[in-house]
């Protein structure tokens, strides 16, 4: 058989097994063939398993041009172990081989982001530092896991505004989603003057506050008990067509529920009731939650019949039960 003679001749430089594969499956379909995101991330991440760094540069340059973008899982194979992190100077050399512009741009992003996820901060400002060196196309967005690692998981404030420096060093102004890792952090822990000084920077470089921005502000003014802000705030929002994200609800109702204000939480969640079927789930579902482990039980049964109601669905196994066990017998 022709076939058999070949495999007797082997090439001394063979392609990439996955480059053939990838051929040979497009040869063999009689359909269209409708790459995703999804297939390119497994492609890789078989590549990377074989060490073949040919087919990783390859992969990551026809997903682009397929329309495929990176996402979160392009780099998921590497991992916090010495082992997942000894391939990172390989595979950023590949990176600076990728095509011009978009594709290594983007490469580079999600890598720092990949870094991030897994506590490698060090790392991802190393990889951000060959952008720099190499004009690779650093903008703020590069920066954004980095802030939301350093403000979120390390809790390192002083780091992230370090970060935001090296920003400015480098002529890359930080945005609004920027400050806002920041801000949030701040609000957070109560640090209410570090938070103040934040919205004057953001004033003075002309920024507009955005959902987070005002999402953060609610968080601190809650978590200092002071509700009554958190609802001025919110007026605001309402007032400027300012997008209110559910966990904007989430801290106002916290907020009242440790100040002891019970029926002030109920009332809250059934002035907003009744415009967003989702939202309405959300904030009756996390005031019965909040009341049934508070033992407040006469307002969590009010909350609970107002969801039945309502045909809100209670989404935890707590309030089913809580409801069969003391409410059933009513309807």
């Known amino acids: 058989m022709p076939v058999l003679r070949t495999l007797a001749h082997r090439n001394p430089n063979p392609p990439s097994c ?16 409708e790459p995703t995101a999804t297939h390119y991330d497994n492609l890789i991440k078989a590549a990377a398993r074989n060490g073949d ?8 340059n026809k997903r682009v041009r397929d329309g495929c973008f990176n996402t979160k899982r392009t780099f998921d194979f590497i991992t916090n172990t010495d082992a997942g992190i000894s391939v990172l100077d390989e595979l950023s050399q590949t990176l600076a081989h990728l095509d011009h512009g978009f594709p290594r741009k983007s490469a580079y992003d999600s890598l720092i982001a990949r870094l991030c996820k897994i506590n490698r901060v060090d790392d991802s400002l190393r990889l951000v530092k060959t952008m720099i060196q190499s004009n690779y196309g650093v903008n703020a967005s590069t920066f954004h896991p980095i802030l939301n690692a350093l403000t979120r998981k390390k809790k ?10 090296i920003m400015r060093e480098i002529r890359v102004s930080p945005d609004v989603t920027a400050y806002n890792y920041l801000l949030t952090s701040h609000c957070f822990t109560g ?13 003075a470089a002309g920024m507009a506050a955005d959902t987070r921005t005002y999402d953060a502000l609610v968080l601190g003014a809650c978590r200092a008990g002071k509700v009554e802000g958190a609802m001025v705030l919110l007026r605001r929002m ?3 067509g300012v997008g209110i994200l559910y966990s904007t609800h989430a801290h106002v109702i916290n907020g009242l529920l440790k100040l002891g204000y019970y029926a002030q939480a109920v009332e809250f969640v059934m002035i907003y009731g009744g415009k967003d079927k989702k939202l ?16 407040r039980f006469e307002e969590a049964k009010v909350v ?25 017998q009513n309807f």
């Not at 480059?19 to 269209?32: I, M, V």
């Not at 760094?53 to 990551?60: E, V």
């Not at 309405?280 to 033992?295: A, C, H, V």
Request: glycine share 4%.
């Open 191 to 203: 640090n209410l003057k570090a938070a103040a000084g934040l919205l004057k920077e953001m004033e």
């Open 156 to 165: 390192n404030t002083d780091e992230a505004r370090r970060v935001m420096e």
């Open 18 to 33: 996955l480059c053939n594969t990838y051929r040979l499956f497009n040869a063999q379909s009689t359909e269209p063939y």
């Open 304 to 328: 609970l019949k107002e969801m039945r109601k309502r045909g809100l669905v209670m989404r935890s196994h707590e309030l089913q039960d809580f409801y069969e066990l003391n409410l059933t």
């Open 53 to 60: 760094f040919a087919a990783i540069r390859n992969l990551l």
């Open 280 to 295: 309405d789930e959300e904030n009756f579902g996390i005031l019965g939650s909040r009341l049934i482990y508070l033992k």
């Open 238 to 240: 309402e007032d400027e």
